[in-house]
């Protein structure tokens, strides 16, 4: 992975970093991904890719709650429940799309890694990669990275 140490950021309006992702976009809610935005794109970007993973799920691995690819170069946001129309990868239940926090009952607070990735290259990209499968196949082509930390708990 070659990566810029550049000025990629990308945050929500939905929560602070650090802070507690709103009930709304969780499966004590309607469920639905929070709105994302980024800045500070570094040239030679060709596209983009999403994996949120929640490294705290009991789980060997945490759980990946959503992989999304083939978001072109020019799209600096994702509003609310959005995304659909880009390349959607399997999430941790083996499925497309997001899947909202839902902590184990007696869990404390997890923390998702909202993990954006500038692609400078063409890797092949077929739908429904897992988040390893993906981060294997563009990890040469990662020119900067950025990430936005959520937290949930059902206390």
Do not use: C
């Not at 800045?39 to 490294?55: C, E, I, K, M, Y």
Request: cysteine-free; overall charge negative; charged content about 15%.
């Amino acid at each position: 992975m070659k990566v810029n140490l550049g000025s990629l950021a990308v945050i929500s309006p939905a929560f602070e970093h650090g802070s507690r992702i709103p009930d709304e976009h969780s499966s004590n809610g309607a469920g639905t991904s929070p709105a994302l935005s980024w800045t500070g794109v570094p040239q030679g970007t060709r596209s983009f890719a999403l994996v949120v993973h929640d490294p705290d799920a009991p789980l060997i691995d945490g759980f990946t709650h959503w992989v999304l690819y083939g978001i072109p170069a020019d799209v600096r946001e994702l509003p609310a429940g959005g995304g659909s129309e880009y390349t959607q990868g399997h999430n941790g239940m083996g499925q497309p799309g997001w899947t909202p926090p839902a902590p184990p009952p007696g869990h404390l607070t997890h923390y998702y890694f909202f993990h954006l990735y500038a692609i400078g290259g063409d890797p092949e990209l077929p739908p429904r990669l897992a988040a390893s499968e993906l981060l294997e196949r563009i990890d040469a082509d990662v020119i900067n990275q950025a990430r936005v930390v959520g937290t949930y708990s059902n206390g």
